[in-house]
């Protein structure tokens, strides 16, 4: 019998499209959906997750697609289905009322709430019947009817009291800054660091880059060589680790053991553009070429299978895919990327085979250490077991024949591996995600000067400034997909695509994208700063949003706030407008206190708070952009490490946005930088060794 549609089959999310042909009655999160739970006087139902979420997949499987349990829910609630990437800031008001609730989150989440929106009940993913010491869904649905039925005004007012506790709103004190705070992050890093596999914690390894450019910038500005060292182990481990994909690069999310072997395979676009950043710093300060492989290799990954024909990036590829083409539905967490042993012999020649099984850690039992839903049984995940030069010496042959044999072998892996029905593609083009994209494209140009880098960059910017941004409308747009704009966006795009736009200036000079990232910002100010007690929401004042919270946690992307902390000092660095100073001012000092109790959980707010102290640099360049020598000058600014630096270029345009810069050049036709830093420019210089040692004297 063919499956009829719900009410999703008419969205564009690729998430609410997976659950368009279950039996439940499922809705999308709007005015007229939240109506007819008040009008039936019924509970509502939340689920949330993503596209590629494992457990998503999982719990669809077992409640969502039994026509039993359906119908209890049909019967029962308005259900609810929300993509947490098109709506991160529903997801956050129920994520924080979950974790209040119940010590912890995750995905799916599946929350209970009134027909006000208001939450009475919450957890994550919830198996059809009993088991692993969670209550089955069945029998929750049941106990939450007669709830509703018998107890109604008893669900009312516990879901009141939950929003109550929730509404605490941060009071700013008015607190000196010290930099003490700094060394309290080294501190609680130096406590959590894995000596011996690298990394944060005992258990699940994420990588985290934004705890991991704190400490390079840490590094950076004390010389404290073991910042530098948890971060460059770190970043060893994991790119040895099954958690990169040794054939087609790119980063999986995070492992599910200590050792960086064993992903959970899903690869997300944020991951590929902070990671990348963060190899490309880590040369930048090292030389360490792996680390420069990395990163290129990174971009690779998402250039070859995440990018758009238009120009934007994609979101995700899931961790499950398809066994058999033949039979698409059945899939298995991993089964695109993991090998059995004899299947690797059959596609490589035996004697290469020894030498690749022994490089990769290759067993007949399999190597997958940690397999959390028992399905990987003797498959194996290609991690880098020991040195290349210890497999050559061991099987009799030198560095350059084992690395030859390495390189073939991986080539005929790909050509057998691509065979297998590819993991699902998410093709949500998301402003956030895309603009921490643009900024890694950006860094990776910086570093290695390959022109393939800042053509992405520009075509990303211009995706999204002209698809995302409508001026006239003074609206930015979080979601783009098959030509349809939705959502708009919150302060995290804001604040994301203003940072992209700055940091593309440094490369394009655009004195049109500059005057965009200042209205963008007046923008972000209107819509979301909060004039009371500073700091931005997280999203404006609409009809079906609870509680306006204000992130300051810096996850596995960094928060709205901290960054858009930093582009306020920024754009006072470059157009020296009090207001920008002040409006950050007030935002450090109402998050401080929180940072404080807990920095290890705000390293990207506690980086914007170290550029505020020391204000950032400006670098102004003037000359002849065609020149060798500009070029020369331009390409050791941008290659050198410096965390904090904007760069601006005189000419007529930048001369009436930034009408200061007419008091600084005054020989605007020759070849030359002027640094400037705490309010005062050292005198221009014209050669590569001069402006060397001027941006070596930089401290701040």
């Not at 959906?33 to 590629?52: E, N, R, V, W």
């Not at 705890?211 to 910042?227: P, S, V």
């Not at 400034?465 to 098959?482: A, D, F, G, S």
């Not at 600014?637 to 005054?666: D, M, W």
Request: net charge negative; glycine share 4%; proline share 3%.
């Amino acid at each position: 019998m063919p499956k009829r549609p719900n009410n999703l089959i008419n969205e564009k999310s690729p998430y609410l499209l997976q659950h368009a042909y279950n039996p439940v009655n499922w809705y999308a999160w709007n005015i007229e959906t939240i109506q007819l739970a008040k009008t039936h006087d019924k509970p509502i139902f939340l689920s949330i997750g993503y596209s590629t979420c494992y457990w998503c997949h999982v719990m669809e499987r077992e409640c969502f697609e039994d026509f039993g349990i359906a119908a209890l829910m049909n019967e029962t609630f308005v259900n609810i289905k929300v993509d947490r990437e098109e709506m991160p800031e529903i997801d956050r008001i129920y994520m924080t009322a979950l974790q209040s609730m119940t010590g912890s989150g995750g995905w799916p989440m599946s929350m209970f709430l009134t027909p006000d929106l208001k939450p009475f009940y919450g957890a994550t993913y919830i198996p059809p019947k009993s088991k692993y010491g969670r209550s089955g869904f069945e029998d929750l649905v049941n106990q939450i009817a007669e709830l509703w039925k018998h107890k109604k005004n008893e669900v009312i007012n516990s879901s009141e009291k939950i929003i109550t506790l929730l509404d605490n709103t941060l009071k700013a004190e008015d607190r000196k800054f010290e930099e003490g705070i700094f060394d309290s992050v080294f501190v609680q890093c130096l406590n959590l660091y894995d000596e011996e596999f690298g990394g944060f914690g005992s258990g699940n390894k994420f990588p985290r880059p934004v705890i991991l450019d704190f400490l390079l910038k840490y590094y950076y500005h004390t010389k404290e060589t073991k910042a530098l060292d948890m971060v460059t182990f770190t970043l060893k481990k994991m790119y040895e680790g099954g958690i990169f994909d040794k054939l087609d690069k790119g980063f999986h999310r995070y492992s599910v053991d200590k050792y960086w072997r064993v992903p959970h395979f899903e690869k997300m676009l944020y991951d590929q553009a902070q990671i990348s950043n963060t190899y490309f710093d880590a040369y930048s300060l090292t030389k360490e070429l792996s680390f420069l492989r990395a990163g290129n290799e990174t971009l690779e990954y998402v250039m070859n299978f995440l990018l758009d024909k238009d120009g934007g990036f994609y979101s995700a590829e899931d961790a499950e895919s398809a066994i058999s083409l033949k039979d698409p539905d059945k899939k298995q967490e991993g089964y695109f990327y993991l090998w059995e042993k004899d299947e690797i012999e059959s596609v490589i020649d035996n004697e290469n085979a020894d030498v690749f099984n022994e490089y990769f850690g290759i067993l007949h039992k399999g190597n997958t250490i940690s397999d959390p839903h028992n399905i990987f049984g003797s498959k194996n995940v290609l991690y880098k077991s020991e040195d290349l030069s210890e497999t050559a010496k061991r099987n009799g042959i030198s560095y350059e024949e084992a690395e030859d044999v390495i390189t073939k072998a991986i080539s005929k892996l790909k050509e057998h591996r691509n065979k297998r029905p590819r993991p699902f593609l998410d093709k949500k083009i998301i402003t956030s995600w895309n603009s921490l994209m643009i900024s890694a494209f950006v860094k990776g140009y910086t570093i290695t000067g390959n022109k393939d880098y800042k053509h992405a960059a520009a075509r990303a910017v211009s995706f999204l400034v002209n698809n995302l941004y409508n001026e006239k409308e003074e609206k930015l747009y979080r979601r783009y997909i098959q030509g349809e704009i939705k959502f708009e966006a919150g302060l995290e795009d804001y604040a994301f695509l203003i940072k992209a736009l700055l940091d593309f200036h440094n490369i394009s000079f655009s004195g049109k994208l500059l005057t965009i990232a200042k209205r963008l910002t007046e923008l972000a100010i209107t819509k979301f700063y909060d004039k009371e007690e500073g700091g931005f929401f997280d999203s404006e004042k609409r009809y079906d949003i609870i509680l306006r919270t204000k992130e300051v946690y810096d996850g596995a992307e960094p928060s709205g706030n901290s960054v858009m902390a930093d582009n306020l000092t920024r754009l006072f660095t470059i157009f020296k407008e009090d207001r920008y100073y002040e409006l950050a001012d007030k935002s450090f000092k109402l998050f401080y206190s929180k940072a404080e109790s807990s920095p290890f959980s705000s390293p990207h707010f506690l980086s914007s708070l170290f550029n505020f102290l020391k204000y950032n640099t400006s670098i102004i360049l003037s000359g002849n952009l065609r020149s060798d020598l500009f070029n020369e000058l331009h390409s050791t600014v941008i290659r050198k490490y410096l965390p904090n630096k904007n760069i601006i270029y005189f000419n007529n345009i930048s001369a009436k946005l930034i009408p200061y810069l007419n008091e600084i050049v005054k020989d605007y036709k020759t070849d030359k930088v002027y640094i400037c830093e705490n309010f005062k420019c050292n005198l221009p210089v014209s050669t590569t060794n001069e402006l060397n040692n001027l941006l070596n004297k930089i401290r701040n």
